[in-house]
């Protein structure tokens, strides 16, 4: 499994951030609308789950497993499988059923070495997700934006929608209205 590189600024502006990173050289990439589905590991271990997702241009089957919320604090093995639905159908068919669907907004930039993402959940304020090499390359991209490393946190989206009184553990269905 690869460590990735990654961590997120909460309750953000999204049109400020954008702003900030066009004015600092950075390239808009799109906006999708993105599709998944979680599912628990079986047996179930905390920390670890199967995510199946559509970006927008490509479905990917992901294995992640979370040791703590610091920036390198989740790995990850992912392969590029062709369709959402008849993926999920397949991992059906051998048990795995979803614990939940899951839909988000995301816009795209590149920075530098960076891959920046402003997400929007239902129900909770944007954030800014950082993606970048190594630990440092993730703090120096943040600190270009103007956060501090206080600032950052390597929570996964079920310990964000805890931080506003949602336990998505107990949402099977989480889309934009």
């Given amino acids: ?73 989740t790995e990850e093995e992912e392969v590029i499988v062709d369709d959402l639905e008849k993926t999920n159908a397949l991992l059906c068919l051998i048990g795995f059923t979803p614990k939940a669907y899951q839909e988000n907004e995301r816009t795209s930039f590149v920075l530098n070495n960076a891959k920046l993402e402003i997400d929007h959940w239902p129900m909770i304020p944007a954030y800014l997700e950082i993606e970048a090499d190594s630990k440092e390359g993730v703090i120096e991209t943040a600190q270009l934006l103007g956060f501090r490393e206080e600032q950052l946190t390597g929570e996964n989206t079920v310990k964000i929608y805890a931080r506003y009184g949602i336990d998505l553990d107990n949402r099977s269905d989480l889309r934009f209205s």
């Fill in 1 to 73: 499994m690869s460590i990735e590189f990654e961590a997120k600024v909460i309750e953000i502006n999204p049109e400020e951030v954008e702003k900030k990173i066009i004015q600092l050289g950075g390239s808009k990439v799109g906006k999708v609308l993105m599709k998944r589905y979680v599912y628990d590991i079986n047996p179930q271990r905390r920390g670890h789950w199967i995510r199946l997702r559509d970006d927008g241009k490509q479905t990917t089957l992901t294995v992640k497993k979370i040791h703590n919320d610091g920036i390198s604090g």
